[in-house]
């Protein structure tokens, strides 16, 4: 499930996944003039070509590598051209070979927001365009 919301130039994508039509537990993640912070869970990666087609998505910067918020970075990545996504140095290695934490994922993180597939990351510069 993702459902959208709009404050000014800032949009919203709540995601979850559904388990007997109510959100096991939501993410929020943010858009802004093409930028993406966060890429949200790998359970809502079928509906992210149709819910972003009215957002063209430039960049995908990761607060952190957990699997809620690194989980599509692949779809924007081969679907929309993305480009590695940007990250803290620390969190780089851990977006690009998610397998050396996720076994330590406990079972309800599994269920809630599945398993994030590797992706490419680069450290945050200073600033960008």
Known sequence: MISVSEFGPVIRFTMARLHEGRPVYT????YVDGVLIDSGPAHVAEE???VFASYPVRTVINTHHHED???NNIVFQKLFGTGPALAHPLAVPRITAPSTWTSRLLPYQHFAWGLPPASEAVPIPQSFA
């Open 27 to 30: 993410m929020a993640c943010y």
């Open 48 to 50: 992210i070509p149709e």
């Open 69 to 71: 918020h690194i989980g």
